[in-house]
Every structure is written in structure tokens, then in C-alpha cells.
């Protein structure tokens, strides 16, 4: 139980696109779902929490215009990274939880910008 | 602001040993404390989860500790194997609703 998809688990884009990144919640409701990013050979960093049907909360420093973040359902969160750029090429990981409970990872999405 | 650290940063051994790798975390408030294992270019899997009211957990060669009031974690590995062979990232989490603060993780090398 508590399994996570990502889709797409790989993806090259081009500079200047957009890139849509989902995440599901498969045998449970995710009322809050985590995006983290990692560079190469770095830890995850938390880029934002978002709770279903409400605004996500961004962390310092990353661009809320830029990395869009939908809840719109209690088993899907996306990410959207606008204009993507070279340094945008990361992987990013989403994990999902029902309340307090503890949460489970998806199994990443590399993007590489081109 | 709960800060995570990882010592060594990597680490290099030949079958069989055991080891030890450990995780520090600056506030001692924390909720539980988790290990993980990633694979290079994968997502994360679960290994041990303390909570905070807890001292060990144990899953086969696997024995993390928790001592909260000193902010310190260990993950010890037995007989190490080189399917061992990954980064280990420790991560705790303040409340039952936060997120998890990751260190940088240790990247094991087991040599067969």
C-alpha cells in the first residue's frame, strides 16, 4: 500500500518549453503532497507543499511562477516547470501522505534541459 | 531552521565488513527520523523509520539508533554485501505534517 507514481520518469526538453511533471497517489488520498528537487550528487531540497484544493507553499528561493504546482484531487499533484532553462535540469521527486501519517516518494522524474 | 548532516560523505569498504554511517540533525524536536537508500539515478526506498519516541529499529542487517536529546542518528550495516553499494540519506521530519529535512547522504562502495 502507499505507492506513488511519476510520470514521466524521464524527459528532455528544450530551452524556453514548458514541462509537466504528475504525480499520483495510487491506493490511498494524498491530502498533502512534498516536490523535492536534487542536483547531482546533492540532497533532496523541498521546493514546495501543497494541500488538496488550496495554494501551494513555496520554499525560499524558488520562483512560484515558474514552478507551478496543481492539487487539484486527493491522488493528483503536477508540477510545471514554465520557460524551462538549462539549470532547471534536475531530478525531481514528489512524496505524498494522508495526514500525519508518513509519507511515500514517487520514483523521480529526470528532466534535462537542453 | 533543522539542519541535517551526514558523516562521511563517502565511503568505501570490502565485503563482509560492518559498518556504521551517521546523521546529525541540529533541533532535537523532531517527529521521526528516517533512512533511506537511493540508487544512482532512482527515487528513494524506505529503510528504517524511528520515531521520536523510539531508540532503535531493526530490519534485517540493518540497525538504525536514535538519540534525540544529543541529535544523533547511527544506521549500521552487517556483512556488508555489494549490493549494499548505494547513497544512504538520512531525514527527519518536525511534526506529523512537515516535511522531511534530508542530509547529503553517504554513498557506500562495497568491494567484492
Known amino acids: 500500500g502507499a505507492v506513488v507514481s511519476q510520470h514521466p520518469s524521464r524527459v528532455i526538453c528544450k530551452s524556453g518549453t514548458s514541462v509537466k511533471i504528475e504525480c499520483r497517489s495510487l491506493?490511498?488520498?494524498?491530502?498533502?503532497m512534498f516536490w523535492y528537487r536534487q542536483f547531482p550528487k546533492q540532497s533532496l531540497m523541498l521546493m514546495a507543499t501543497s494541500n488538496e484544493g488550496s495554494k501551494a507553499t513555496y520554499e525560499q528561493g524558488v520562483e512560484k511562477d515558474k514552478f507551478l504546482i496543481n492539487h487539484a484531487s486527493l491522488t493528483l499533484s503536477t508540477l510545471t516547470v514554465t520557460s524551462a532553462h538549462p539549470e532547471d535540469s534536475s531530478f525531481y521527486i514528489c512524496s505524498a501522505r494522508t495526514g500525519a501519517r508518513v509519507g511515500s516518494f514517487g520514483p523521480g522524474t529526470r528532466l534535462t534541459v537542453t | 531552521k533543522q539542519e541535517v548532516t551526514q558523516i562521511p560523505a563517502a565511503l568505501s569498504v570490502p565485503e563482509g565488513e560492518n559498518l556504521v554511517l551517521n546523521c546529525s540533525f541540529t533541533d532535537s524536536a523532531i517527529y521521526n527520523l528516517q533512512w533511506f537508500r537511493q540508487d544512482p539515478g532512482k527515487g528513494l526506498t524506505s529503510l528504517l523509520l524511528i520515531q521520536s519516541s523510539q531508540r532503535e529499529q531493526t530490519s534485517g542487517r540493518l540497525n538504525a539508533s536514535l538519540d534525540k536529546s544529543s541529535g544523533r542518528s547511527t544506521l549500521y550495516i552487517a556483512a556488508s554485501q555489494p549490493g549494499d553499494s548505494a547513497t544512504y540519506l538520512c531525514a527527519v521530519s518536525g511534526s506529523g505534517n512537515t516535511p522531511l529535512v534530508f542530509g547529503k547522504g553517504t554513498r557506500l562502495s562495497v568491494i567484492a
Open positions: 491506493d490511498f488520498q494524498a491530502t498533502t
